[in-house]
């Protein structure tokens, strides 16, 4: 069975960093987009980044230049550096295997198709 494993998140105050980690196993990860998406506090879905199986990367307007997002294929692992972090993005945060890295909707554990971790709170505090 496939499964991502979610670590990091916390709470930080405005203009920390914090480091999510989505280990994944049961798929091959080297051929496998791998994307995060957060639920925000008035329950919306928003896309946040994204990396391919060949390693390009894409984030949302909001935290580009702030998140960074990578992985590691010795380790199944992609990880979100959040630095910067600002109120705004306080959320739950999910690591997902799409079939289709999808960027302008998504609903939570849903949509796009595909493998979906357990979420991971962050809180901002301003």
């Known amino acids: 069975a496939v499964e991502l494993v979610v670590s990091g998140g916390g709470s930080v105050q405005a203009g920390g960093s914090l480091r999510l980690s989505c280990t994944a196993s049961?798929?091959?990860?080297?051929?496998?987009?791998m994307a995060w998406y957060r639920q925000t506090p008035g329950n919306e879905c928003e896309f946040v980044s994204a990396?391919?199986?060949?390693?390009?990367?894409s984030y949302s307007d909001s935290v580009k230049g702030r998140f960074t997002i990578s992985r590691d294929s010795a380790k199944n692992q992609v990880d979100l550096q959040m630095n910067n972090l600002v109120a705004e993005d306080t959320a739950v945060y999910y690591c997902?295997?799409?079939?289709?890295?999808?960027?302008?909707?998504?609903?939570?554990?849903?949509?796009?198709?595909?493998?979906w971790g357990q979420g991971t709170q962050v809180t901002v505090s301003s």
């Open positions: 997902t295997s799409p079939r289709n890295i999808i960027r302008d909707r998504c609903e939570i554990r849903v949509f796009p198709f595909g493998y």
């Open positions: 049961g798929l091959s990860f080297d051929t496998s987009d």
């Open positions: 990396i391919t199986s060949k390693r390009t990367t």
